[in-house]
């Protein structure tokens, strides 16, 4: 059973047409990874998924049902979480709002606070420092905290591992590892080597359309095929 | 499961909190002094302009404090603030004028004026919301001039330029005795004399008072953290589930409510309501320039910001006369420091708090408790 499915989707910004035609089906749990170059048209995906780019319609389905229509914060409301590549936190807020915030009631369950303060520590030890003084590091994983602070069905994130330090990329990747052990995962991710070690299935996107789309491990083993459309040598 | 001594190692240390915190509490017992000084108004000054300044400071941190949760909270940029200031106050004032001085008329006159200020920012909320902020801005300035015209207007029930003049519930006639002695004349306490004047004040410093706590309570609430958020960014607060449009406009209603409470009080305090006292653009400019000064998204900045532009407004011409005087040997300054140039040191005051103070009084005081 899929949780998402892309039919023909089909994405215009301003003038431009980004995306054409780009259809996969993501499966139910694990990590799918969207490959591709700069400019390729990843976060464009993503964003359309999340509505925040207007999209064909009846082309994006979340457990079926079409989505394509909806409003973000609707999408945002049936489960889908969103950590953009900018990593979207509110720097004005403390490290507790900015959580607070992605809470449906504005309350925290303890349970599953105290599990995101075992995935990312800092986070209990800045609660009350404005989310503008953290570092980059820190900064992402607030965002990646916020958008599993409630159970979600779907987290898209892009470019997670974006100019952090080897360390932080690490226990961002054990963190990824548990959550989609979850919770689907969609992750667009420029660093081969990342993605791979997390991914089960994934989509290799090339100048708006899908370029690939199968297993990890067949996409792995074909070297040629890295190198083609994703230049990896 | 993970490296967290690798990784405690590359988090750091979180800053100190306990500055911080200071300057917060010094903020909080200041703007807590200042009420104290309001309240303790009738009893310390005793002369009739120093109260009518103590009651225009109360009203206006409510009307200023409504307004930065629209702009320093929210974002949101709107120019129709007093409209809704004057829709509360011509609601209690044509109540009062139709029905008399009575508690009902009053009441039911500051409903209606509430319900109207709601309705106007729910319609223009939910159909302009939507647009680019100067849009939005545009908008609430064309509203609020055309509210100036229908006033002079439809001068049969507002009375035009000249305002209306009216009774107010008997509690508040300066001849009525709170408390009479055995000779049957008004008790004084501390040289006041308990009258309707002092319930009157009270009545208005009070309410003004729970306004502004309620407002700093919203803003402490989780819906003042989601009203922050699309500050800063609506497509982030979108993206986690917030209706941006649903939440602006209520927001955008709330502060209407509260600048037509605002006027309602004031109106009964004043007994006289026209298009300078509650609607003209001066008391806009004069709502921006406080925010401005207080300290934009504090909520707390609207005390100092006040206090500062309403002392300056009523005292600044005094002290600089006296400021003449006491330097009429010196050569030019006398000519600087005639009263007549008052608007014009205000200005350097001003441009002098902003330049100094970017961020409004009670803004640079909890940043420089934010820096390490």
């Known amino acids: 059973m899929s949780i998402v499915q892309l039919q023909d989707m089909t994405t215009n910004i301003g003038p431009y047409r980004i995306l054409h035609n780009v259809s996969f089906e993501v499966p139910t749990g694990g990590v799918f990874v969207l490959l591709g170059r700069n400019g390729a048209g990843k976060t464009t995906t993503l964003r359309s998924i999340m509505g925040l780019w207007q999209t064909s319609p009846k082309s994006v389905f979340f457990k079926g049902k079409d989505i394509s229509g909806l409003h973000t914060s609707e999408i945002a409301r049936m489960g889908v979480a969103y950590v953009p590549e900018n990593m979207g936190i509110f720097g004005g807020l403390t490290v507790e709002e900015n959580l607070r915030l992605a809470t449906t009631k504005g309350k925290f369950d303890k349970s599953r606070l105290s599990w995101v303060y075992q995935l990312f520590p800092a986070l209990e030890k800045f609660w009350h420092t404005k989310a503008a003084a953290l570092s980059g590091g820190q900064k992402q994983m607030l965002s990646v905290a916020r958008a599993v602070i409630e159970p979600r069905e779907l987290i898209l994130i892009d470019e997670p591992t974006k100019g952090l330090a080897p360390a932080i990329i690490a226990n961002m990747h054990d963190a990824f590892a548990e959550i989609s052990q979850t919770t689907t995962l969609i992750l667009v991710e420029q660093n081969f080597a990342f993605a791979r070690s997390l991914g089960n299935q994934l989509a290799v996107i090339d100048d708006g359309c899908v370029a690939y789309t199968g297993s990890m491990n067949a996409f792995e083993s074909d070297a040629e095929l890295q190198a083609r459309l994703l230049g990896v040598a | ?372």
């Open chain 2, 1 to 372: 499961m993970f490296n967290q001594k690798k990784l405690s190692l590359a988090w750091g240390n979180p800053p100190s909190r306990d500055r911080n915190q200071n300057l917060a509490y010094t903020l909080r017992i200041t703007v807590g002094l200042v009420w104290a000084i309001l309240l303790l108004a009738p009893f310390l000054f005793h002369d009739v302009r120093a109260l009518e300044v103590a009651a225009r400071i109360c009203i206006f941190i409510v009307l200023v404090a409504s307004y930065d949760l629209l702009i320093g909270i929210t974002g949101i940029v709107s120019f129709a603030h007093t409209l809704f200031f004057a829709c509360g106050a011509y609601g209690a004032a044509i109540g009062l004028k139709l029905y008399g001085g009575s508690w009902s008329a009053y009441s039911l006159g500051s409903l209606a004026g509430m319900l109207l200020a709601v309705t106007i920012a729910a319609v223009i909320g939910l159909l302009s919301l939507r647009v680019k902020a100067i849009f939005f801005a545009m908008i609430t300035l064309a509203v609020a001039s055309l509210a100036l015209v229908m006033v002079s207007q439809f001068s049969a029930y507002t009375g035009g330029e000249d305002g209306l003049t009216y009774k107010t519930p008997a509690l508040f006639k300066t001849a009525t005795k709170l408390l009479e002695n055995e000779n049957g004349s008004t008790v004084k306490v501390f040289g006041t004399k308990l009258n309707g004047k002092l319930a009157a004040y009270y009545f208005l410093s009070f309410s003004c008072l729970l306004i502004f706590a309620l407002t700093v309570r919203l803003v402490a609430t989780p819906l003042g953290s989601v009203l922050k958020a699309i500050r800063e960014n609506d497509t982030r607060a979108e993206a986690i589930g917030y209706r941006v449009v649903r939440y602006r406009s209520l927001i955008f209603c709330l502060s209407a409510a509260s600048a037509a409470v605002a006027g309602s009080i004031y109106a009964v305090w004043l007994k006289y309501t026209g298009p300078e006292t509650v609607l003209s653009f001066t008391i806009m400019i004069d709502i921006l320039l406080m925010v401005v000064i207080g300290g934009m998204g504090t909520i707390w900045g609207s005390v100092p910001g006040v206090l500062l532009l309403v002392l300056a407004q009523y005292y600044l011409r005094d002290l600089m006369e006296i400021a003449a005087e006491k330097t009429t040997g010196i050569p030019l300054l006398p000519e600087l420091l005639s009263p007549e140039r008052w608007l014009l040191w205000l200005g350097i005051g001003f441009i002098l708090v902003v330049y100094f103070f970017p961020k409004g009084l009670a803004g640079a005081m909890l940043a420089s408790g934010e820096k390490r």
